[in-house]
């Protein structure tokens, strides 16, 4: 076979690698079910250039004003990532962060499967770490800082940030 027809065939072959190896974005490794956790220290790197400043939301609460062990349920802003909005509730009682509730996270092909399996991820985190300072999950990392990010305004508005 001449040179040039091996070197077209070399070629082709590798082309045809290159393309089936191809992910879009919404593509995750399948491995561990494309979900790991990814130490992130205080969770304070997370880059707002990934995702649009939070927007205002309003803010619910119940129970007395006057009694410091009411309970309190405050919205975070949505905060607007390149695969959808995430926004997330807490549930603030004596002081203290009780409960995390995410509100929207993104929805849709594989990005609804992602949100799906790490919400309750990133629920454990917050209220493990009582905080925003949270590890990003890998494979979800635009939702795990628009999590942060909606998580850090509400705790803001109710005074534990």
Same mark, same amino acid.
């Given at each position: ?7 077209? $065939?070399?070629?082709?072959? $590798? ?9 879009? /974005? ?50 975070? /802003? ?21 409960? &995390? &509730?995410?509100?929207? $996270? ?15 991820? $990133? ?39």
């Amino acid at each position: 076979m001449p040179k040039r027809g091996i070197a077209a $065939l070399v070629i082709t072959a $590798l082309a045809l690698v290159l393309l089936l190896s191809f992910k879009t /974005p919404d593509q995750v490794p399948a491995r561990s079910g494309g979900v790991a956790i990814v130490e992130s220290g205080t969770g304070s790197g997370s880059s707002t250039a990934q995702a649009a400043g939070p927007t205002p939301a309003p803010t619910k609460s119940t129970g007395s004003g006057t009694d410091p062990a009411a309970s309190a349920t405050i919205d975070g /802003p949505v905060v607007d990532t390149r695969y959808g909005a995430v926004q997330v509730e807490i549930v603030v009682s004596g002081g203290q962060l009780k409960d &995390v &509730v995410a509100l929207q $996270l993104p929805t849709g092909r594989h990005s609804g499967q992602i949100s799906t399996a790490v919400a309750p991820i $990133l629920r454990q985190e917050a209220l493990q770490a009582k905080s925003a300072a949270i590890d990003t999950v890998s494979g979800a990392t635009y939702t795990s800082e628009g999590y942060a990010q909606s998580l850090q305004a509400a705790l803001d508005q109710a005074g534990l940030g």
